[in-house]
């Protein structure tokens, strides 16, 4: 199961990626390529957490659950904003782009 294909929905929000160092379920590079995959995501590694940073490293999930919190202005979101994104029309637009790109 994969979300490489959707994480573009995320570009206009902020988004705070968390990833434990040694995560060895889901691979630290995975963390890397979900934040290179969303523009202007941050992302953050807490060298002592592996799969359960909120167990194995509460204090550091916080610190940079609260450094990004106080940074990042909030984004509003409708319903109608994800509507537009997830719509036929919008994902027969996107693989049109995709193909002009080619």
Not at 4 to 16: A, C
Not at 26 to 50: D, N, Q, R, Y
Not at 60 to 83: M, N, V
Request: glycine share 6%; net charge negative.
């Amino acid at each position: 199961m994969s979300a490489r294909d959707r994480l573009y929905l995320l570009r206009d929000y902020p988004t705070l990626i968390v990833w434990g160092e040694r995560d060895h379920t889901i691979p630290l590079a995975h963390g890397e390529e979900a934040h290179h995959a969303i523009p202007g995501s941050h992302f953050v590694t807490l060298p002592p957490a592996a799969h359960f940073p909120h167990l194995e490293d509460p204090a550091g999930l916080a610190k940079a659950l609260d450094e990004f919190i106080s940074s990042t202005e909030p984004a509003r979101l409708d319903d109608a904003d994800w509507g537009g994104l997830i719509s036929p029309r919008a994902r027969h637009r996107r693989h049109e782009a995709k193909r002009a790109a080619a």
